[in-house]
């Protein structure tokens, strides 16, 4: 279940430059709604039982990059020049939210950025999106970059994935099955795989940084790109709802698909 959101720029409040790097910043303004706008379904999100056995957290829903008309790059920065932009956030899969998100975000004046420079924005609508059919083949193309990694051999450190390495199907499918698990608290169907990924475009590589200007900061290598796959059409309905690989929550992996 997904939604656009149009945001218009309010510019006599902070004015129009925006960092470069705004998904971590957009990601925790979008929390700040989830967390604010209502608690109940705050507490839902927080609480609903994404758990697998191994007790990893899964947060199922994902946002796309700010879609900007028009805008002009100057170093790390952006000078947005469109009036609006539009936004795309997805949730996996309970309709009973639809009203809770609606009126979370509606009329909601939100504030993107960083310590030098953000963007003010009054949201103007809240539309939500057809279902797209989902088959055992479609082709999708990322709206938000996606993040794979996998542990090096001896532990410790992990080795970000590129989309045209083989192992990264492997990958997917693991982080796929175990988003299922931890929502359904039951196992896949034995026949759910994704069975085949093919590139349909040269990955570009985004180095997106979170946690900028605290100890925790951290670099990651993810891709843009586009893309046929081949697997259950539940499992690519889960991949469409929830995002492609890791961080869905925090922007990573959101997709449309590609005709």
Known sequence: MRFRLILRVDKNVWGTILPCNYLYPLSSTIYKILN????????????????????????????????????????????????????IVSFYPIDAIEAFVVGLFNNRHIVIGDKRTRVSFDVVSVERLPEPSFSETM??????????????????????????????????????????????????????????????????????????????RTQLKSYLFGFEITGNPELLKLMYDSGVGRLGSQGFGCIEVWT
């Open 36 to 87: 604010e706008g209502n608690s109940e379904f705050a507490a839902w999100l927080h609480d609903h039982g994404y758990i697998t056995g191994e007790r990893k957290q899964f947060k199922l829903f994902t946002f796309s990059n700010l879609y900007i008309p028009r805008f002009q790059i100057f170093g790390d920065r952006m000078n947005i020049l469109s009036e609006e932009v539009c936004l």
């Open 139 to 216: 082709r999708f193309r990322t709206i938000s970059p996606v993040f794979i990694d996998e542990k090096r051999e001896g532990g410790g450190t992990t080795r970000h994935v590129s989309p045209d390495e083989p192992v990264f199907l492997r990958l997917l499918e693991y982080n796929l099955l175990e988003k299922y698990r931890a929502f359904y608290r039951q196992e896949p169907l034995p026949e759910w795989h994704l069975d085949r990924l093919q590139v349909l475009s040269p990955p570009k590589a985004k180095t997106i940084t979170i946690k900028e200007g605290t100890s925790q």
